[in-house]
């Protein structure tokens, strides 16, 4: 048996707890419990790449861990709304 404790404040393994796209239970549970929202707003949850686009060579390099878009729910056509 393997008594190891690994801790989730390190990138890689909250990466690994949390950004499992085939499980998102963990990452659900965590944001409610950090997060005061709606339970409606984990009902569309998905993983994305954090890695901004940079629209000039010169840009810094931008990661967003977290991007809360309660207007971009798909609607019935499957097209996302607030989008523009």
């Known amino acids: 048996m393997n008594?190891?404790?690994y801790y989730a404040s390190n990138d890689a393994m909250f990466k690994r707890i949390f950004g499992d796209e085939r499980d998102?239970?963990?990452l659900v549970a965590f944001l409610q419990a950090a997060l005061?929202?709606?339970?409606e707003d984990y009902a569309e949850l998905s993983l994305v790449?954090?890695?901004l686009a940079r629209d000039n060579p010169?840009?810094?390099l931008g990661i967003l861990d977290v991007?809360?878009?309660p207007s971009c729910r798909k609607t019935e056509t499957?097209?996302?709304s607030g989008t523009g």
């Open 36 to 39: 005061d929202l709606p339970p």
């Open 3 to 5: 008594d190891t404790f």
């Open 24 to 26: 998102i239970g963990p």
């Open 58 to 60: 010169d840009d810094k």
């Open 67 to 69: 991007r809360h878009c």
């Open 78 to 80: 499957g097209r996302r």
């Open 49 to 51: 790449n954090p890695i």
